[in-house]
Structure formats: structure tokens, C-alpha cells
């Protein structure tokens, strides 16, 4: 740096010390950006930056360097997102294990704004777990004849997994018992019925 600094003085002297500068510069400062490569592949962050800041000083113009800080900054951000996910994980086990939804979707939550819709812990594991916790409270409800509930958590649980298979078999159940207690009574005290009766009936009957 210090020569380069030196060769620098002399250009108001001599102009043709001008190419040859920007062509030591860059070549400078390609090592450095080659350093900084390197390093962001062992994923040492701050040593990457430590190197392109460097490369900085010499040929701050380059797009070699200009997309290697891009790629520094973008692969810092990825790491610190997947970390979040794997702290989040044994917490978020525990949560489901105890049917304690409402704690666990806030960390569904922050998985799906860490990971793609498609990444398979989200779509395999996560979802699953979420969604067997909402099964389980509906069951629950449904020993007490609380048909009603039992068909809100399952409802729950399908906007987290939809294609749930135990969720959706018990659906179509809840459904039915929340339905037919619902125009047990109906029956029992209206002379005349609303349109969606039929639909009701013709669940049942689906059922």
C-alpha cells in the first residue's frame, strides 16, 4: 500500500504512471478478493469482510469486489437464519409434544419466514408435528362431546397441513356430530328451517 501510496504522488508528475497504477491496483486487489473467497467458503465472515475491505483500498470500483461483499453479506444473513431455525427446533418439539399450539405456531411462523415454502423441515417435519398437536386437542374435545371445538382445532390444524390425512378423515366426523347435535335441537324447537339444513343433513349422510 505504501508503494502503490507513492506511485500515487507521482502521476501529477508523470501521466504515464496512470495505467500502470489502476493495473497494479486491480491486480492488488484481486488478491485480496481472492483471500476473501476463500475465507467465506470456511464460512469465517468477519475475516472475508477483514479481506475485502482491504481490496477496498486499492480498486474500490471493481464488480469482482462489489459482488464478493454482496455474497459476504448474503452468506452471513443465511447463516444467522439457519441458526435460528436449529434453535428453534427442540422448542418448538417440546411445545407440540405438550399440545400447546398456540406457543408452537409462533414459531411455525418464524420457521416459514426462515425457510422456502418447500424446504422439507418445514413441509415434512414441522407442519406434521403442528398439525398432530391440533388432532390431539380435537380428540380431546370430542371425548367430552364438545363436537363443535373439536372440529375448530381441527380446522387449525389443516390450515397448517392441509392434506392431513387423520385431520381430514376427522373432519368429515366432527362435522357430522357437531351438525347433528346442532339440528337435535333444531328439531326439537323450530317449525320452520333454514336453507343450509339440507346442506347440514347432506353432510351427515357424507358422513
Partial sequence: LKEIQ????????????????????????????????????????????????????????????????????????????????????????????????????????????????????LTTEAAPMLADAYARLAKKQAETKDYATAYDFVAGGLEIDPGNIQLNDLKTEYQAEANIIELTELFKTSLSFPSEVKTKVNEIAAA
Fill in 6 to 121: 507513492q506511485l500515487g504522488s507521482l502521476v501529477s508528475e508523470d501521466k504515464s504512471i496512470a495505467a500502470n497504477l489502476k493495473q497494479y491496483r486491480n491486480q492488488i486487489a484481486d488478491k485480496y478478493i481472492a483471500k476473501a473467497n476463500e475465507t467465506l467458503q470456511a464460512e469465517r465472515f468477519d475475516a472475508a469482510e477483514n479481506y475485502i475491505n482491504k481490496a477496498d483500498r486499492y480498486a474500490p470500483e471493481l464488480q469482482s469486489l462489489i459482488d464478493t461483499r454482496s455474497a459476504i453479506t448474503k452468506a452471513r444473513e443465511d447463516s444467522d437464519r439457519l441458526a435460528r431455525v436449529d434453535a428453534n427446533k427442540i422448542p418448538f418439539q417440546q411445545l407440540t409434544d405438550g399440545n400447546n399450539v398456540t406457543e408452537a405456531l409462533k414459531i411455525f411462523e418464524l420457521f416459514k419466514a426462515d425457510l422456502q415454502p418447500d424446504d422439507l423441515y
